[in-house]
């Protein structure tokens, strides 16, 4: 039949992630910065796929791992590393980048797509073009990013707001697509602006309720922690991913985003259990679990490159190369309105330079993308098998081509562009005590909102579920100096 025996892709898997992982480590030595961990692994796994195409193999990816154990710990260690003093000063941004922004993506490679309908060049129905951009506007890869950024030393700000993009775009595009999906399932009529209308208001309704079973559910973890019952380093740590796990699954289960709750849970966790650990659990902590997400995303990236030699893909090549050029298209018109729209407020305001870097280094996809387009139904009764694999081909093209492109070029683009961190341009003081981020001094004024409630976190919430009330500074034993960024 061309199949593989049960266990032997993971055992592939397994073989491969440890050439990946053997080839990223010369090229750290070597100071490579146009390679990342991301394209080696698709290379490989190209190589490997060839390899298995010209034996008569298939190597068969079930979506379900991913989505119940790959994806988890990728955004939980997202949310748990987030610098959130860094996150929130840029949240309305970093807001309006990632939902506004990947709401209008979808809109516009969804229009395009349509038009290629009406054209007759490509033959989908309009629901499956809002599909492909949805899935599509995934921007992925926050871990990459944060790798890439770190060792390019990029200002601090643009690190923020791409980083910050890139790990709710994720979580926002999961939520866009589980709601296409689920209105697709329930009419058959065509996309009126009745259906938009209806589509944005469940897509609301499932980000609160997502971000709400994270909250809740990593406070429970918190308040257990704090009664000190598992003061166990070697106990602690899996507490604390199973207490992430519950959070995923029960979104999951309630038909909301599993992503979107992990990742509010990931930045509970660290706001209040993080103080809660043992010092031991507390210095690897990061390293724990910044080590799964990599094991996770590599084999991803490596089971992306083995996919694209499968014979059940569709290879539309004028499609492909259109998409690629809609999607192009949509965030070089997304990124500079968006950014005008957020410099109104801004007194440190999102520059060309800025804006280009967020347009050359967001159009890299990532396995969220992927799992997205292999979510969609593939088996030979499907009445729409051929569309199908024809997002699946075009998917598998776009990420693969961005990566390797842009992520080889982020680096060079940086340096012609002269960004560095000294560069960046420091805020006017303003009342308030000075707070030191990375060198660079930044002013901070507590007011409305964001006052009381550090008031009201300060007062009760850190009393009952733990958290330092006054942070002087981060832990610097095991190379964890940056822990105090994210109190």
């Known amino acids: 039949s061309g199949k593989m025996a049960e266990g032997a892709p993971y055992l592939i898997g397994a073989v491969v992630m440890v050439f990946v992982v053997f080839v990223s480590t010369i090229i750290k030595s070597k100071k490579i910065t146009f390679l990342n961990d991301a394209s080696v692994a698709i290379v490989i796994g190209l190589i490997v796929g060839s390899i298995l195409r010209a034996v008569g193999r298939d190597l068969d990816f079930d979506d379900r791992l991913f989505f119940n154990f790959l994806l988890p710990p990728i955004v939980f260690y997202a949310g748990f590393s987030l610098q959130r ?17 990947t709401l209008l993506t979808t809109v516009l490679v969804g229009l395009a797509c349509f038009g290629l309908v009406k054209t007759g060049l490509v033959d989908i129905s309009i629901f499956e073009c809002f599909l492909f951009g949805a899935v599509i506007s995934a921007t992925g890869n926050p871990c990459q990013l944060l790798a890439v950024f770190n060792d390019l030393s990029a200002p601090q700000t643009l690190w923020n707001l791409m980083f910050g993009e890139a790990m709710l775009t994720d979580a926002v595009a999961v939520v866009v697509f589980s709601t296409l999906v689920g209105m697709a399932e329930q009419t058959s009529a065509d996309f009126t602006v009745a259906t938009g209308f209806q589509a944005l208001g469940v897509f609301i309704a499932v980000s609160v309720g997502s971000a709400l079973v994270g909250f809740v559910v990593a406070l429970v973890g918190a308040a257990i922690l704090r009664t000190k019952l598992l003061s166990v380093p070697r106990l602690e740590l899996p507490f604390l991913l199973l207490i992430a796990y519950i959070a995923y ?121 992927v799992a997205l387009a292999f979510a969609l139904p593939d088996d030979h009764d499907h009445p729409n098998l051929a569309h199908v694999r024809l997002v699946h081909a075009a998917t598998l093209t776009i990420v693969i081509v961005t990566n390797l492109l842009m992520g080889s070029l982020t680096g060079p683009v940086l340096w012609v562009l002269k960004l560095k961190i000294d560069d960046e341009p420091i805020p006017p003081p303003t009342p308030g005590p000075p707070v030191q981020i990375s060198g660079e001094k930044m002013w901070q004024e507590r007011t409305g909102l964001h006052k009381r409630w550090k008031e009201f976190d300060e007062r009760y919430m850190k009393k009952v579920f733990g958290g330092s009330i006054h942070p002087k500074q981060g832990l610097t034993t095991g190379g964890e100096e940056r822990v105090d960024n994210r109190l």
């Open 85 to 101: 003093k860094n996150f929130f000063r840029n949240l309305s941004s970093i807001l309006v980048f990632s939902y506004m922004g």
């Open 249 to 369: 699954q029960i979104a999951q289960i309630a038909y909301l985003s599993g992503s979107m709750s992990i990742f509010v849970c990931g930045i509970i966790s660290a706001h209040y259990s993080l103080h809660n650990l043992t010092p031991e659990s507390t210095v690897s902590s990061f390293r724990f679990f910044e080590t799964l997400a990599y094991l996770c995303e590599v084999f991803v990236f490596t089971f992306l490159g083995v996919s694209v030699m499968e014979r059940t893909a569709h290879w539309d090549v004028a499609f492909i190369l259109l998409s690629m050029l809609f999607f192009i298209a949509a965030r070089a018109f997304v990124v500079p309105v968006l950014a005008a729209f957020v410099n109104i407020r801004r007194k440190n305001q999102i520059g060309w330079k800025f804006q280009f870097v967020m347009w050359f280094a967001g159009l890299r996809r990532g396995a969220v993308a």
